[in-house]
């Protein structure tokens, strides 16, 4: 087969077109029309090479040439139809997908997970703040507005497709997997916010896939790690879990990725993944939701699927039930021979196959990938972190920022008075310390470490004897914001006890940590910043120098005294 080249210009001109084009003419009106490019191409792919491009595999640029090179190899040798990018760095991502793209005969389909945009996998590049912190947000056009730069962060470095966002309702406090990395608990206001990223994402000219159908946010287990089970009515369902996924999926969704759960009412087959089920992929969410668009499964080698449909069993059945995309296959190459075999057989038809690979070639088509480029690999870091991008971080952060106590008291604060200003959870100084002592020039700071004991605290203790107001930034210094913050017992008696006095507190942390701190419901104010990120602590000090406004609300309950929806 034999593309056109390009001049560097021309792939310039290119670049800036298909985002434009996009947004006159969405990814399912281009599968609903004639395409000469895509007939051409699928008339052209043998049997074999048509079930190839239902496979996409994993891509790294932080593991090293050899794995790199055997990458390419499987690229070449299986010619399969896309690559799910990991951990690693935009430029060398780059460098890769120039020399992958290369080797392929039909033009691969680059992804990658990016809930919170690049950063969720790429180092040196923007991480916006997680969907928890964006679920407080209550200006829409911020999210559309990330939607966008987040598609020209993908674009730049040749990506076509965003594993985002996801639309799960986060309602069990105790979700492992999913938690920090939804809007909330609020079925409409999931559905609202994701709804402003996607549309801003697909505007931009990327295709976007939302997750985990058909609803992940109620489980306490981890689908990488085991099985979930849903025990819950197809009513309850319908109306609680599904609802952020209609409402998408309305609103022009290119994508939907199919979650590993248990559902019994929706199929009551022993052990059954949904990914895996026809009643739940093709018979709920394709017709009973009308969906058009590319059904994604999860990674294929996560033990929730795999458990109990070993050797690549799963990743035929996932085919059979409707899956389009079946991404991180075990192995490849012994998914394709089965898939083949299933097809002899008559278990699996061709025709089944040929509807997947045409939504796949379209997806290609729509990204620009019926005219081969090659991306710069000239100044990739500079741009994708654009001044306009790290401006927008810090509205969503500034946005985000959740009062919950003490409006009055906060207001109160006096630049002027002898104020000390505490990190717990850390033993380092903060930026978040650093921001308030440009504002109070006459402060001191201290810190404790998360597993501070009485005697650290006590001498804490007698310091604040000397000062007129107490500032403390209670910190989670994880990777990730998840539940279990870890704090000594000594520390939460300290915060009990200063939450009674005059402190004014800031949590960095998920909000659910709130219910592991008892006394903080009668502090003197407390903003909720979400996570530990420099971006979140420079917009908490800024509410507590009164120069930011603190506009969010609560996207979750936590207790009896923190609900959803609360914000002063």
Not at 216 to 244: C, M, W
Not at 288 to 317: Q, R, T, W, Y
Not at 548 to 557: C, F, N, R
Request: hydrophobic share 40%; net charge positive.
């Amino acid at each position: 087969m034999k593309f056109r080249t390009f001049s560097v210009l021309s792939i310039i001109y290119l670049s800036l077109q298909i985002p434009a084009q996009a947004q006159h003419k969405s990814y399912l009106k281009t599968l609903a029309e004639p395409n000469a490019w895509v007939d051409s191409v699928f008339n052209r792919l043998g049997k074999r090479q048509k079930i190839a491009q239902l496979f996409f595999v994993r891509a790294h640029t932080n593991f090293g040439k050899a794995y790199e090179d055997s990458v390419a190899l499987v690229i070449k040798k299986e010619r399969l139809g896309g690559v799910v990018f990991f951990q690693g760095g935009p430029g060398r991502q780059a460098i890769l997908t120039n020399k992958y793209q290369k080797l392929a005969r039909v033009p691969l389909l680059m992804t990658s997970d990016g809930e919170w945009g690049l950063g969720m996998r790429l180092d040196s590049t923007v991480s916006y703040p997680y969907q928890m912190a964006l679920g407080a947000v209550q200006n829409t056009d911020l999210l559309y507005k990330m939607g966008l730069e987040v598609a020209k962060d993908y674009r730049r470095i040749g990506m076509h497709m965003n594993l985002a966002p996801d639309v799960d309702v986060n309602n069990n406090p105790k979700n492992p997997v999913i938690n920090f990395r939804s809007f909330g608990e609020n079925k409409y206001n999931v559905a609202t916010k994701a709804a402003a990223y996607m549309k801003g994402m697909q505007e931009g000219g990327l295709l976007v896939s939302i997750k985990h159908f058909p609803g992940h946010g109620d489980t306490d287990v981890d689908s990488h790690y085991d099985l979930p089970q849903l025990n819950f009515t197809k009513a309850r369902l319908d109306s609680l879990e599904i609802y952020p996924f209609k409402q998408l999926i309305n609103e022009g969704a290119a994508g939907v990725m199919i979650a590993h759960m248990n559902i019994p009412a929706l199929d009551s087959t022993p052990n059954m993944p949904s990914t895996l089920s026809k009643p739940i992929v093709t018979g709920i969410l394709k017709e009973e939701l009308g969906f058009k668009g590319i059904v994604i499964s999860d990674a294929m080698g996560m033990a929730g699927v795999v458990k109990n449909f070993k050797d690549g069993e799963a990743d035929v059945m996932g085919i059979i039930a409707g899956n389009d995309i079946i991404e991180l296959s075990e192995n490849s190459a012994r998914a394709i021979k089965l898939v083949r075999k299933a097809v002899r057989s008559g278990r699996l038809t061709m025709d089944r196959i040929d509807e997947s690979v045409k939504k796949i070639l379209t997806a290609k088509y729509w990204a620009g990938l019926n005219r081969r480029d090659t991306i710069d690999t000239q100044n990739v870091v500079a741009e994708v972190n654009r001044a306009e991008s790290l401006s927008l971080l810090s509205q969503l952060a500034n946005a985000a920022m959740t009062v919950l106590t003490g409006k009055q008291q906060i207001a109160q604060l006096n630049a002027e008075k002898r104020t000390i200003i505490i990190s717990i959870g850390t033993p380092n100084v903060t930026v978040f310390q650093q921001e308030l002592g440009s504002h109070y020039k006459n402060a001191v700071y201290y810190t404790l470490d998360k597993l501070a004991n009485a005697n650290a605290v006590a001498k804490v203790l007698k310091g604040i004897q000397d000062f007129d107001q107490v500032i403390i930034g209670i910190h989670d210094t994880r990777t990730r914001p998840g539940n279990g913050m870890v704090l000594s017992a000594d520390l939460k008696m300290f915060v009990k006890d200063m939450a009674q006095k005059n402190a004014v507190f800031a949590l960095f942390a998920n909000p659910y940590n709130l219910a592991a701190l008892p006394g903080l419901e009668n502090s003197k104010g407390l903003v909720v910043a979400y996570q530990k990120e420099d971006f979140m602590q420079k917009a908490a000090a800024e509410v507590l120098k009164n120069k930011v406004i603190a506009t969010g609300k609560l996207p979750v309950t936590v207790n009896g005294f923190f609900k959803y929806g609360d914000g002063l």
